[in-house]
C-alpha cells in the first residue's frame, strides 16, 4: 500500500453537489452536447471560456477543488484538475468501451497518488450505478499477476510493478488470453450512487464503461475530473490519443487559454478564471461549437459565392419557362446542399 497511496482512497464522496449544481450541469450538456463534435474531454472548459458571464460553473469547480483539498490533504495546491469529461450512458451509447487505465496519471511519474471523481447528475430508468471498474481492493491479487505477467515479457531493464507503474499494453487482450485458459475473471464492481455523489477512481484501477442492454428510456449522466499531484511532468501526454487531440483540440480553437506543458514542471493549472478571462485567449470564443471564426467565414464566403454564381447563371440565360425551371432547381439545391451540410443536428434531451 505504501507504494500507492492511491489504493488507500475512499471509495465515493458523497453530495459532492446539490441539486441547482446538478440541474446547471445537466442543462450545460442538454443544450450543447450536440456542437461538440466527438470530444471527450474539455467539453466543459471550451464552455467557460465561451460563456464568461457564468459563474455557476466557475462556483462549482471551486466547490470541487474545495472537497478535494479536504478529502485528499493539502490547501487546494497539492492536486490540479487537468481535464473534464462528461459522461453519457444509453442504449447504444459507451463512450469508453474498452478494458484500461488512464495513463495520464503517470505524466508526473510513479507517485501514484491520482484519481478521478466521477459526478453523477442524472439517471433515469434506475441507473444509478456507475461504469465498470476492477476494484483494487477485491482484486488485488488479480492485479499482481497481470503485472507478473507482464513484466515477463518485457525487454531487459523494461519496469510494470505492481502497483506504481502504469501497464501499457491491452487488458482486453490479457483477458481474453485468462478467459481461454479457463481462468477464473476478476471481479467488476459497479458501485451505486446518488445525484451528486462522486465515484473515486483510484489511479491503477482498469475501468470501461458499463456493458449490457439498456432500454430506451434508461440513460446516465455524469461529469468526471481528473487530478493528479502537481509535481514536475516527466512525460507529456500522447498526442495521438484521445485525452492529447483533445487538449489540442482546445488549443486551436482558444489560442493561449491553456498554458504551455514542459518536462520538468508541474501540471499548469488550466480552470483558472483569470486566464479565460484574457482578450488573447478568447479570440476564438464564437467558434467553441466546433468550427473556428475563420473558417466559418471561409466557409460562408464560399456558399455565397456559389448561390450568386446560381443567380448570375438564371440572370443571362434566356428567359423561357423549362430554363426558369432548371435555374430554380439549381439555386434551391445550391441553398439545400448548403444547409444540410451545415446543420445542427437535433440536440439530445436530458
Not at 478535494?68 to 468501451?97: C, K, L, W
Not at 483494487?136 to 510493478?161: C, H, I, K, L, M
Not at 483477458?175 to 462522486?198: C, F, N, W, Y
Not at 482578450?279 to 473556428?292: D, K, Y
Request: charged share 25%.
Amino acid at each position: 500500500m505504501s507504494d500507492c497511496p492511491a489504493l488507500s482512497y475512499p471509495r465515493t464522496l458523497p453530495s459532492v453537489l446539490d441539486a441547482e449544481d446538478l440541474a446547471h450541469l445537466a442543462s450545460i450538456y442538454s443544450d450543447n452536447a450536440h456542437r461538440w463534435s466527438g470530444r471527450s474531454y474539455y467539453n466543459l472548459l471550451h464552455y467557460v471560456a465561451a460563456t464568461p458571464h457564468d459563474t455557476r460553473s466557475w462556483a462549482v469547480l471551486r466547490k470541487i477543488e474545495a472537497r478535494v483539498a479536504r478529502e485528499f490533504g493539502g490547501d487546494g495546491t497539492r492536486f490540479v484538475m487537468i481535464n473534464d469529461f462528461f459522461s453519457y450512458r444509453a442504449s447504444g451509447v459507451r463512450i469508453f468501451p474498452e478494458w484500461h487505465q488512464d495513463t495520464a496519471f503517470w505524466l508526473n511519474g510513479e507517485v501514484c497518488t491520482g484519481f478521478n471523481l466521477w459526478i453523477l447528475l442524472r439517471q433515469r430508468g434506475g441507473l444509478n450505478r456507475s461504469f465498470e471498474l476492477y476494484d483494487t481492493s477485491r482484486n488485488e491479487q488479480f492485479y499482481r499477476d497481470v503485472y507478473q505477467g507482464r513484466q515477463g515479457r518485457q525487454t531487459p531493464g523494461a519496469r510494470t510493478v505492481w502497483p506504481a507503474s502504469k501497464f501499457a499494453s491491452s487488458f482486453g487482450a490479457y483477458l481474453g488470453g485468462m478467459k481461454r485458459r479457463g481462468r477464473a475473471l476478476p471481479t467488476a464492481s459497479r458501485v451505486e450512487l446518488a445525484p451528486g455523489d462522486a465515484l473515486v477512481l483510484r489511479q491503477p484501477e482498469i475501468h470501461r464503461t458499463d456493458t449490457g442492454a439498456l432500454e430506451p428510456t434508461q440513460w446516465r449522466l455524469a461529469l468526471g475530473f481528473k487530478f493528479i499531484e502537481r509535481l514536475p511532468l516527466v512525460e507529456l501526454p500522447d498526442f495521438d490519443l484521445r485525452f492529447g487531440r483533445d487538449w489540442r483540440s482546445v488549443e486551436a480553437r482558444f489560442p493561449e487559454l491553456l498554458p504551455p506543458l514542459q518536462l520538468g514542471r508541474p501540471w499548469p493549472t488550466v480552470y483558472n478564471r483569470s486566464l479565460v478571462g484574457r482578450p488573447s485567449a478568447l479570440r476564438g470564443r464564437s467558434s467553441w461549437m466546433g468550427v473556428s471564426a475563420e473558417l466559418a467565414q471561409r466557409e460562408l464566403s464560399r456558399r455565397t459565392a456559389a448561390l450568386d454564381s446560381s443567380v448570375l447563371l438564371c440572370a443571362l440565360l434566356p428567359p423561357t419557362f423549362l430554363v426558369a425551371v432548371l435555374c430554380f432547381i439549381a439555386c434551391s439545391r445550391t441553398i439545400s446542399e448548403s444547409g444540410a451540410k451545415h446543420g445542427v443536428e437535433q440536440k439530445r434531451t436530458v
